[in-house]
């Protein structure tokens, strides 16, 4: 059984990965 806390956290750690992911990338293209 899962639970929605679970998902809701699952959830809020792939936003912050995405959000990290486009954050390198920015600054990956600062420094080209």
């Known amino acids: 059984m899962i639970f929605p806390s679970k998902k809701l956290?699952?959830?809020?750690?792939?936003?912050l990965a995405k959000l990290l992911?486009?954050?390198?990338?920015?600054?990956i293209m600062k420094l080209v």
């Open 21 to 27: 992911l486009e954050y390198y990338r920015y600054k």
């Open 9 to 15: 956290r699952d959830r809020k750690l792939y936003l």
